[in-house]
């Protein structure tokens, strides 16, 4: 097995890595941590600046692990200190753009454990080891965690993972973190149970391993043109060595050496190997260089990489780079970008993708090569608060009429990443339609980071629904349903009527809701309008001609005596409840004789157009067939709280009660988009949900154990 890591002309008593191609001191370590050598650490810490490698040496040594890869490695002619024993595979959960908690669902689903709370997972994972099950934890690529990025959750994910994985004292623990955690999560340790592996100390270096580096991806074995620097060995040597010499050992010199070498391949012209200053010593030195030899104003290169460095997720939609650039810049970039291909093409990857639901437009995406390069970047911005603001205008002019069901993926999930960091975020979030439309992960990840005294109260109403949102990975049309039924539930109908309008395929209005404590059940009835007294919708029917006067449609609560407005049904015993009657339609209080209201009748039930079906948090409304199994699904309400009673009118009202309160809904006709609703479904996106009764979502299962290939990692 050989990779571009590899130099085949070297001859050493062992073969380097094939796919490393060196840092045997690091991978020794590993190794005793992985034997379980007498002295060896019990947890690994393995950390660096952006680009020194962590990622790479972590990939390498898991392929070492993993039984599959194994078998096409040559293990004898490696280093054997290197090579770990041939035990399972440990597990790998791949944190790249999740929570903390998602990543905790993802170990517990690995292990088969039962825990319904995050907090139970520890303690589970600890008795383990006595039914014979080893725990071996390998946490990758940690600096990587979080749907959004200014969210903070590298930190989250050291203190409310790793922190307390590394207390247990069964559990064996590989983690890469970012280096201003890797001293904290060790000094929580007894003396002697971690250790820090820094890539960026000189007891890891690894000079000749970035020799080896440089060599491979010089020699057209590996891809490189035939040049006089690139076939002949001895000028090939030479080169590879003034440019890990360049690069050092310490911040960057992986993908500093990866870079220049990119550089000099893709435009040999005036390059000559004789000449050191050509030669970068740190990634932000090969932008300048690289743009100098194009006969370009460094700025400019920077100017261009600008928005793919302050992008969310993989990257931006080609299409959007123009414009970006334009806003970071503040000045037109077309002719730049027009000639700037060959000039950025070191520094990015193209990805195409496909699929249904992805628009011409957004199949092509644009990120950078590495993190690195981002981090570089992002070190020459002025003002990057500024900078994301004016993309963050941008995109919102790219929202067609504004109306955010036309907004490209990109904008429409992606747009609070960048107006987080500009400070702009509490503006943007009074739009009910970002808050049905956008990807509710993201979106929540993001209002999270805002302190809430700079909330309004939209975003708390969304912030409030959120877990519902990600819990069940409803389409944007339920989503705008639940949000709906929220804002009238907090007191904003004028939201609420927003969404009507805007999302008119509503499987519901929410007619009105009110916050009543304890309701044990309720039902739906008919009140005469002569047993009805200071309730507006019995005084209108009141004045209507005798000849149209009809009974008044109420829902009936059994709450606690006390209850303002309610009826006791047994004045002299405190401990029966009492009953609140409200118009079906308005909620407004009805002071009614409780023994006048007629419920609907076995058969009136059994007949009706519509029938529901209720579990702990869900009530499912459907549509009776011609025959028995013909139901028709039209729609289905989730709850953050249990439901403790719940009914449906003859015209479709559906009344629902938490201990939150009580409200009634209008159930509209089926539409077929709003019904693909999946409740608790599992999915590594989602957040974890609030604690209710029922047991938690937990996302699919981890994908472990897992050994990333050659192609898990950019090369640097």
């Known amino acids: 097995m050989t990779s571009p890591t590899q130099a085949p002309e070297q001859a050493n008593a062992h073969e380097p890595h094939p796919y490393i191609g060196g840092r045997n001191a690091a991978l020794r370590a590993l190794t005793g941590w992985r034997m379980e050598r007498p002295g060896a650490p019990r947890v690994v810490i393995l950390t660096g600046s952006p680009g020194t490698g962590c990622s790479r040496l972590l990939t390498g040594f898991l392929m070492l692990c993993d039984p599959e890869y194994r078998e096409g490695i040559e293990l004898d002619a490696l280093d054997p200190a290197t090579v770990p024993p041939d035990l399972p595979a440990p597990a790998v959960p791949s944190v790249a753009g999740l929570t903390a908690a998602q990543i905790l669902w993802l170990l517990a689903d690995h292990y088969g454990l039962s825990a319904t709370r995050t907090a139970d997972i520890f303690p589970e ?84 391993g970035l020799v080896l580096q440089a060599e491979a991806l010089l020699s057209p074995q590996f891809g490189a043109p035939a040049l006089p620097f690139t076939t002949e060995p001895h000028a090939r040597r030479v080169l590879a060595e003034a440019i890990a010499r360049h690069a050092g050992d310490g911040a960057g010199s992986r993908l500093t050496v990866h870079l220049a070498v990119q550089s000099i391949l893709m435009h040999p012209e005036g390059f000559d190997p004789e000449e050191a200053d050509q030669l970068p010593g740190s990634v932000g030195e090969v932008l300048d260089l690289h743009a100098e030899r194009l006969d370009t104003h460094p700025r400019t290169l920077r100017q261009i990489l600008a928005p793919l460095a302050l992008a969310e997720g993989d990257g931006l939609p080609v299409h959007l780079l123009i414009p970006l650039a334009s806003a970071v810049a503040e000045r037109d970039m077309s002719e ?37 390069v981002g981090e570089a970047v992002r070190a020459g911005i002025p003002d990057v608060p500024g900078a994301q603001a004016r993309i963050a205008m941008e995109l919102l002019e790219a929202v067609p009429h504004q109306d955010w069901a036309k907004a490209g993926a990109y904008v429409r999930d992606h747009i609070a990443g960048h107006t987080l960091e500009a400070g702009l975020l509490p503006r943007l979030l009074t739009d009910p339609g970002l808050f049905a439309h956008a990807e509710p992960v993201r979106l929540r990840a993001a209002v999270e980071a805002v302190p809430p005294e700079q909330l309004d109260a939209p975003a708390r109403t969304y912030l409030r629904t959120a877990p519902l949102l990600t819990r069940t990975q409803a389409p944007a049309i339920f989503r705008a349903a639940l949000l709906e039924t929220a804002f009238v539930e907090d007191g904003l109908p004028e939201y609420a009527a927003v969404l009507r309008r805007i999302v008119p395929e509503l499987a519901w209005h929410t007619l009105w809701s009110v916050p009543v404590a304890g309701v044990d059940a309720v039902t739906v009835g008919k009140l005469p309008p002569s ?164 047991p938690e979502p937990k996302p699919e299962a981890a994908q472990a154990p897992q050994a990333p290939g050659p192609d898990a990692h950019p090369a640097a």
Not at 550 to 560: E, R, T
């Open 336 to 372: 730049d970008m027009a000639r700037g291909m060959l000039l950025v093409a070191p520094f990015i990857r193209r990805i195409e993708r496909d699929g249904e639901g992805i628009p011409e437009d957004e199949r092509t995406v644009l990120g950078l090569q590495h993190p690195g």
């Open 531 to 694: 047993a009805a007294a200071s309730d507006s919708a019995a005084e209108a029917a009141a004045q209507q001609e005798p000849a149209e006067s009809a009974p008044v449609a109420v829902a009936v609560s059994a709450v606690p005596q006390g209850t303002p407005g309610a009826s006791p049904l047994k004045a002299d015993d405190p401990n029966t409840p009492a009953l609140l009657v409200q118009d079906l339609a308005t909620g407004s209080v009805i002071d009614a004789d409780p023994t006048q209201i007629l419920r609907p009748s076995d058969d009136e039930r059994a007949t009706g157009p519509l029938g529901l079906s209720r579990g702990a948090d869900y009530v499912r409304v459907w549509r009776r067939g011609e025959q028995k199994g013909d139901e028709e699904i039209v729609t289905t309400l989730i709850s953050a709280t249990p439901f403790t009673g719940t009914d449906l009118s003859p015209d479709g009202i559906l009344l629902v009660a938490t201990e939150c309160g009580v409200k009634a809904l209008q159930i509209r006709p089926a539409q077929p988009s709003a019904t693909t609703v999946r409740r608790s479904v599992p999915d590594p996106r989602a957040a974890e949900p609030e604690p209710v009764p029922a």
């Open 125 to 208: 994972l600890g008795q383990l080891p006595s039914s014979g099950r080893p725990v071996t934890i390998v946490v990758p690529d940690v600096a990587r965690a979080g749907p959004v990025r200014g969210t903070g959750e590298p930190a989250r994910v050291v203190r409310d993972v790793l922190t307390p994985l590394a207390a247990v004292e069964s559990i064996r623990l590989l983690a890469d973190v970012p280096r201003e955690f890797a001293v904290e999560l060790a000094e929580g340790l007894p003396p002697g149970v971690a250790q820090i592996i820094d890539l960026d100390a000189p007891e890891w270096a690894d000079p000749e």
